[in-house]
């Protein structure tokens, strides 16, 4: 088994073409990707399909409930709901997407290189990466994000840290597995470099894996930042997003205005809920433990 | 390995995490850019004030001697005095303590029993109708903002249906007083322990109203973890032999199901609920917003919003120490249930 994941890279593009002929997991992958690509498609469009500016205040009525001319409704500035709705992933996506890219380029290179060297490189790294991993994560990311203020680079790297050692991890342990493979012996055995083994036989191997925790991980992204800006920590006000209208929905309840928060509520559901499937349905297609 | 090299080994293995841990904090508030005290004011203050106010929290010091100060500090229990009004932070988040640890305990319970009872469903109907919709509710749980639930509970349950209250954690006013026997005097701090301490059933009730819609929102987001857990134990268990044997004697098959195969998922239950704890204080922290509910996730968010960032720096210190504390536990109560760990 472990000699065939070696082709797994050349095995990638075929499964994604049949996905709907791989059962259960084939189509949770494809639901998944389908919601994915529909919201940032809706992200990517805002400026021409959006029927309102999503900032302006008073475009309609205050707190109007959803209507012919409103469907989603107006919150308490008089602002259009469906605007900032198909607005509001911007800041979200941008985010998510910096934190995945920065985890995955120092986590991976990390945990390739520590775990391959062995030794105490490797417990001194795993030391701290372990001790990152017991920390509650968005206790964590609040307490960086504070410190560093707003912006989408800052809540980028908030969200970063925490994330990295999920990579490293991960990485870790199959680089133990494939190090000891007979391949790698036999190369190694031939005078190849460490470099070249770690690019041409290790890594391959561990791409599949980072790719799942990578999907599981922007929705993971997605809802620290909506916690983040939760809390208090979001970014500009004057930027449309989901999780401050949910922030400030929720002092409009009391009103029954539920429109308020839960459109952008579902969109976050739903956006998390595109890269959880993803996620799964992957990890299940490329573990062989679960074929059975 | 005994138990005890066991506990010995994994106690000296827990001291390097949590100087590792410590100094990571220390590093992010003190090290990271970005000022404390001049993020606190904002930069409108005379520079003479900023300097008196350094002196007073002792953030005048070199950061070597501020690191030293704040690690013997942690050790005597001290967390650094507050930039809000100079009182100490430990007594602070001490005494909101008992109302996160009030809304975790419950919000675990129903996380548990609500995942192992759909976990066994899902188990028992396999590849059906049944097993998919419970599976897919497990992963949709992964993707909903705890907050945002709290708030769609809130509106259904209380705004419209008035079943519940909004938030708080009791009538103000009719806050629980434990147990008064002559001078002897015993509160735990949790509503529902003192009240029937007390005993006030009324009371008691009252302060379970108040719990469960918090509760509730935080057990059904962490639930989805337990039930994909017991499936798979579930599925494996139910295909061995004993489970045939039991069936064979002609026993019911709930006791089959819940007293001879469950008994097998219950220590991977456990280690699943040692390590959901950070998660559970994580999802606390965004509930107890929602509901007004007045602990250390509230206590944070309130201090963010004052910029009170000795006050985070110790919420974030004391979190950090209580993840590794049950962490801790946790692996030894694994270990002395299960004593092929210690192999």
């Known amino acids: 088994m472990q000699t065939e994941r070696g082709r797994i890279i050349v095995q990638l593009i075929p499964q994604f073409v049949r996905l709907s002929k791989r059962g259960m997991a084939g189509w949770t992958v494809l639901i998944g990707s389908v919601i994915v690509v529909a919201v940032v498609g809706m992200t990517l469009l805002a400026p021409w399909i959006a029927p309102h500016n999503p900032i302006a205040i008073n475009v309609g009525p205050i707190m109007a409930a959803p209507s012919s001319e409103f469907p989603l409704g107006t919150n308490h500035l008089g602002q259009d709901m469906l605007s900032r709705v198909i607005w509001g992933g911007s800041m979200v996506l941008q985010v998510a997407l910096i934190s995945v890219a920065m985890c995955v380029a120092v986590g991976v290179p990390i945990g390739l290189l520590a775990s391959y060297a062995g030794g105490n490189t490797d417990k001194g790294t795993s030391l701290v990466m372990d001790s990152i991993y017991a920390f509650p994560g968005l206790v964590l990311a609040i307490a960086i994000a504070a410190m560093l203020g707003r912006g989408v680079l800052n809540m980028s790297l908030a969200i970063a840290v925490v994330y990295v050692p999920s990579y490293y991890r991960i990485v870790r342990s199959q680089v133990l597995t494939i190090k000891e493979l007979s391949y790698v012996e036999a190369a190694r055995a031939l005078g190849a470099k460490s470099r070249s083994i770690i690019l041409r036989y290790v890594m391959p191997n561990v791409v599949p894996s980072v790719v799942s925790v990578a999907t599981i991980n922007f929705a993971d992204a997605i809802l620290t930042a909506a916690g983040l800006t939760f809390v208090g920590l979001g970014l500009s006000v004057a930027v449309p997003d989901w999780g401050w209208d949910l922030t400030y929905g929720r002092q409009l309840l009391p009103a029954g205005a539920w429109w308020v928060i839960a459109f952008p509520g579902l969109m976050i559901v739903l956006l998390a809920l595109g890269f959880t499937l993803i996620g799964e349905g992957l990890s299940e297609l490329w573990s062989p433990r679960l074929e059975q | ?343």
């Open chain 2, 1 to 343: 390995m005994s138990l005890r090299s066991y506990v010995i080994a994994r106690v000296l293995l827990t001291i390097p995490m949590l100087l590792l841990l410590l100094t990571l904090v220390f590093l992010i508030t003190r090290v990271l850019p970005g000022d404390p005290v001049l993020l606190h004011f904002e930069k409108q203050a005379k520079p003479e004030a900023v300097e008196e106010f350094r002196q007073r929290l002792g953030l005048d010091k070199s950061l070597p001697e501020q690191y030293v100060d704040y690690l013997t500090g942690v050790l005597r229990g001290d967390l650094g005095k507050s930039m809000q009004d100079f009182s100490p932070v430990a007594q602070q988040i001490f005494s909101a303590f008992p109302a996160t640890l009030e809304l975790a305990i419950f919000g675990m319970i129903i996380a548990v029993v609500l995942g192992i009872f759909l976990g066994v469903r899902s188990s028992r109907s396999y590849n059906t109708g049944e097993d998919h919709v419970i599976r897919t509710f497990g992963i949709a749980t992964y993707a909903i903002p705890v907050f945002f639930l709290g708030m769609v509970l809130q509106l259904v349950f209380s705004i419209q249906l008035h079943w519940f209250p909004s938030g708080g954690r009791i009538y103000p006013g009719s806050e629980p007083l434990g147990l008064n026997l002559g001078g002897f005097h015993l509160a735990t701090g949790l509503y529902t322990v003192d009240s029937l301490l007390e005993g006030n059933l009324s009371k008691f009730v009252q302060a379970l109203r108040y719990l469960f819609l918090p509760s509730f929102a935080l057990g059904l987001v962490l639930c989805g973890i337990f039930i994909r857990l017991t499936r798979t134990s579930m599925l494996e268990t139910l295909r061995l032999d004993f489970v045939t044997a039991a069936r064979a004697r002609g026993l019911k098959e709930r006791t089959v199901v819940y007293t001879y195969a469950l008994r097998n998922a219950f220590l991977p239950i456990l280690t699943m609920m040692g390590l959901q704890f950070a998660a559970l204080l994580a999802g606390a922290i965004l509930t107890e917003t929602t509901f007004s509910w007045p602990g250390l996730g509230r206590y944070l968010v309130d201090r963010i919003a004052f910029r009170d960032y000795t006050a985070i720096q110790g919420a974030v210190v004391f979190f950090g120490l209580l993840v590794a504390l049950v962490s801790l536990m946790v692996d030894i109560l694994y270990a002395y249930l299960d004593p092929r760990i210690r192999l």
